[in-house]
Each structure stands twice: as C-alpha cells, then as structure tokens.
C-alpha cells in the first residue's frame, strides 16, 4: 500500500541555522502535499502546501521543495528559531482519495 | 484563518464509562471530517472519516461499535468512546477541511485516560 515516511526521526539545530526536513512518498499518483507543525500537547497546524504541478513553494521562512522523479519532498525552515522546536509531519493527497496519508514525523530541536 | 474547536481537552475517566469527544468548525461548514489517535511520539492514525447526514467510513481494524461517530451537522462531529477501557487511553485529534481534498485544519486534540 501506500505510504509516507521520513528520513530521520529527529534532528537538532542550532538556533539560527536553517533546518531541513525530509519525506519520501511511495505513491506516484499523489498530487497534493501539505506539511503540517505539531507542538507538544496540541493538534498539528498547517504550514505549507504544494501541488505537483510546482516543485518549490516558499513562505514566510518556509520553503517546499517536491521532487517527483523520486518521489521526495522537504521542508526547509530559515533561520531556525526554539519556537519552531516541534514535530513536522508530511501528508500526501491523491485524486480521489478522501484522505490524507501522514509520514511519522521528525522531531525539530532547536537548540539556543 | 479556519478554526477548529474540539472539547473537551482532557478527560479522565473510569473503565466502563462512556466518553464522548465534540469537534466544530466554527468558521466554515465541514460536510467531511477525520478523526485519528496519536501515541506519544507516534503519526497520526486515522480512524474514520466523518461523512455530514451518512454513515462514518472506519479504517480496518477499528471497531465502529467501539468509536461511535456522529456527523449531525455541517459544524459538528462527534466521537464517543464507549465502554472505555485503560486501552483506549491515548490523545485523540479531530480535522476538517473546507473543500474536499484540501489542507487540514485540526482540533487542539483530547487525552482520554482511563483508568
């Protein structure tokens, strides 16, 4: 079946280096994907998006970066701050799915 | 932004009682919401998809009769946790989207501990 899983389980940084967060995708017919940022204790919150149709989408000190030849996806945070310290999940959505299929997480670390 | 508001937060409980779990949209109408459960440091596991005025779709290996499901309204899904046991205590997390097949948008979560 289809999955989404991470690289790494964890990673730390210090403050103020960029971090990067990685996600292979088993299921080439996925044409959404989302990174979502969950704190200790709360519900995941969205934090970026992108369409396959692209392949890097920047934010506010956040950038998606999708590679569809092999099925790989990355969250890079600039400027690492401790309140980015959390566990980043990536999802992927196909056509017609109804659902989205979460990676298990890497936990960010940022140390000061 | 879309918010999601999901109640209570934390509940304890004795074994053999019923708990039920209320996730809102309170700013969009969500006629399909997800309801998941988390160990600590695990993903998210979905456990069903709410459907507004039809019948929940349960992934395999969740018992429905279990993890009651209730999507009344465009606003408002519900999910009871019957007759409880120290098994099920785990953080149980709700989400909705405004269209279909689009961004999440999640409840702040509910740690049911059964005791």
């Known amino acids: 079946g289809e999955s989404v899983g991470l690289h790494l389980p964890t990673l730390s940084v210090q403050e103020g280096d960029n971090s990067i967060i990685n996600c292979a995708y088993s299921?080439?017919?996925?044409?959404?994907f989302i990174w979502y940022k969950q704190e200790s204790g709360k519900g995941p919150q969205f934090i970026i998006d992108?369409?396959?149709?692209?392949d890097k989408r920047q934010g506010q000190r956040v950038t998606v970066l999708l590679n569809k030849t092999v099925k790989h996806l990355s969250l890079q945070i600039a400027a690492t701050q401790p309140g980015d310290s959390a566990v980043y999940f990536c999802?992927?959505?196909?056509?017609?799915?109804?659902?989205?299929?979460f990676g298990d997480g890497t936990t960010l670390t940022v140390k000061p | 932004g879309a918010v999601v508001s999901q109640h209570p937060s934390r509940v304890i409980c004795k074994s053999g009682t019923s708990v039920k779990i209320e996730c809102r949209s309170l700013?969009?109408?969500?006629?399909?919401m997800f309801w998941y459960r988390q160990f600590p440091k695990k993903s998210l596991m979905l456990m069903a998809t709410?459907?507004?005025?039809?019948?929940?779709?349960?992934e395999q290996g969740v018992e429905k009769d279990k993890f009651l499901i209730n999507h009344a309204s465009l606003t408002l899904s519900t999910l009871t946790v019957t007759s409880a046991h120290p098994e099920d205590s785990s953080f149980y997390i709700c989400?909705?989207?405004?269209?279909?097949?689009?961004?999440?948008?999640f409840g702040s979560g509910t740690q049911l501990s059964v005791l």
């Open positions: 992108i369409r396959s149709n692209m």
């Open positions: 709410s459907n507004e005025g039809s019948k929940a779709t349960y």
């Open positions: 700013d969009f109408q969500a006629t399909t």
């Open positions: 989400s909705a989207s405004r269209v279909g097949n689009e961004k999440l948008f």
């Open positions: 299921n080439s017919a996925s044409d959404y």
């Open positions: 999802a992927e959505n196909s056509p017609n799915a109804g659902k989205s299929t």
